[in-house]
């Protein structure tokens, strides 16, 4: 075993897995979580403490501004410098983590999907905001059915399908069909975390209750004061927007958490199904 994987879904226990197994083999974990990388919403995004980074070096967590837009191509060059550089020193890394569409990147290569620099720029200056992204959704309701259900919640990869769409004249969804045969590196060993429906909300609302203790209110404000949410991207960590609208009085605490382990389950349920159904190749080494 070259690479260690561990995936699954959110608050299935993978982080804590990933640490034990890093220090038994004297590896480094690489995390694969797009919103792990920002600073600033530690708590909200549970990444590891640092007591946890003191037992096990940690590569790809807490190193943006939320100035800075996370996109897939930067994050596998960002993991591809890490696995070397940890391999190059005789250790193992130990990739974590469950953003399905990275690890599938990562692992399986990029998705060779047309691109057009100017176009993308039109379109962020179009839908790239809060009142723009009212008009987003419209035209894609109407020209991509099936890309707005997926990404309706989520800002940046719609315009993305839009800019596809556009150019290829089909859906994002119809050219990503394809999954890819094999993994890119040799000597992969993987391990998914799939707990029981049951076990996961009760592990997930478990954790979302040992977040707000632990002082997630006040790390949103002052993450909303530092301008998480006229971010290009890190405003789309979990729990944020409700904890913002909570903010502006549009719902008591009780609904708030109420709101934030329903949205959480909902995103658990769409990993898992990703994983299940896009990294099999993963499973073949």
Not at 115 to 140: C, V
Not at 201 to 217: P, V
């Amino acid at each position: 075993m070259e690479i260690l994987v561990i995936t699954g879904p959110t608050a299935s226990g993978k982080s804590a897995l990933a640490l034990k197994e890093a220090e038994r083999l004297g590896g480094e974990i690489v995390s694969v979580d797009s919103m792990q990388l920002y600073k600033g919403i530690e708590i909200g995004t549970a990444q590891p403490t640092l007591q946890e980074r003191a037992r096990v070096p940690h590569h790809l967590v807490g190193i943006w501004d939320f100035s800075v837009r996370a996109e897939v191509f930067t994050f596998c060059e960002l993991a591809e410098k890490a696995i070397a550089d940890i391999r190059s020193r005789g250790k193992i890394p130990v990739v974590a983590g469950g953003t399905g569409f990275y690890l599938k990147a990562l692992f399986g290569g990029l998705d060779d999907l047309p691109a057009d620099p100017e176009l993308r720029r039109e379109l962020d200056l179009l839908y790239d905001s809060s009142n723009g992204e009212i008009e987003l959704h419209k035209r894609m309701a109407e020209l991509d059915p099936a890309a707005f259900e997926r990404w309706k919640s989520c800002r940046r990869r719609l315009i993305r399908a839009l800019e596809v769409r556009l150019l290829a004249g089909k859906s994002i969804i119809e050219l990503q069909s394809g999954k890819p045969e094999r993994c890119r590196f040799s000597g992969v060993k993987s391990i998914f975390i799939m707990p029981e429906s049951d076990v996961l909300k009760e592990r997930i609302n478990r954790r979302c209750d040992i977040m707000f203790a632990s002082g997630w209110l006040d790390e949103a404000k002052a993450a909303f004061e530092n301008g998480l949410m006229s971010s290009p991207t890190a405003y789309q960590a979990l729990g944020y927007s409700l904890i913002h609208r909570h903010f502006a009085g549009e719902f008591d605490f009780a609904t708030l958490v109420d709101k934030i382990k329903t949205a959480t389950w909902q995103f658990a349920r769409r990993q898992r199904t990703f994983l299940r159904s896009q990294l099999n190749f993963l499973k073949e080494d």
